[in-house]
């Protein structure tokens, strides 16, 4: 995801099936606070971890139900995947059928006439929940700066990248150095961004 991001800019949707498709929207309004955590953090393990830990489920499942799809089921389905999976895996799986409608609301607010800024923030809040209880990836440092951050008047914020360390942002159109000095008060660096086009050409 990284390199269509500083390639393109600006706020992108990428969808990787059955192709990868990048989709660009106009940058959200306001500023952004990325902040550091600077604990140090094995992010190919936990890509590692989090990506296999998925695909044995969809194994399993395909056995039983050859048309299983993470696309198209249901959170109500979950109940009769049950029987073939442990209770953990379960778990896992209503958590990323969550993150993916999570995204779809996201997208489908983004898309439409007037976004409603403050929902997308909430709605990152609810995708870092995901994360931290279901895939935990994320850590105590990292919970105190998001808490700090959404105190600090932050509309919503996430663990950034892999996890296990590393940075989190939060959304903050309105007094970012408050939320800024709130997440450094905890022990983060923060830093205030925006969102921008992507790289040029310089002749």
Known sequence: MDQYSTSLGDMLYLKSEPKIVATRFDPIPGTFILGDSMVKK?????????????????????????????????MSET???????????????????????????????????????????????????????????????????????????????????????GCMFAYAPKNPEAVAEAIEKVGGKAHIVESTAGSTLIS
Do not use: W
């Open 42 to 74: 094995d992010t190919q393990g936990t890509l590692r971890r989090c990506k296999n830990s998925r695909l044995a489920i969809i194994k399993k499942l395909k056995i039983n139900e050859p048309e299983f799809s993470l696309n198209s089921i249901d």
């Open 79 to 165: 109940t009769h995947f049950a029987k073939f999976i442990t209770e953990n895996d379960l778990e896992i799986l209503r958590g990323t059928i969550k993150n993916r409608d999570i995204l779809r609301q996201a997208l489908a607010e983004l898309q439409s006439i007037n976004p409603h800024y403050p929902l997308i923030g909430r709605l990152l809040t609810k995708h870092h929940t995901i994360l931290r209880d279901v895939l935990k990836v994320s850590t105590s440092k990292i919970e105190a700066m998001l808490e700090a951050a959404l105190d600090a008047g932050a509309l919503g914020g996430k663990i950034n990248g892999s996890g296990g360390g």
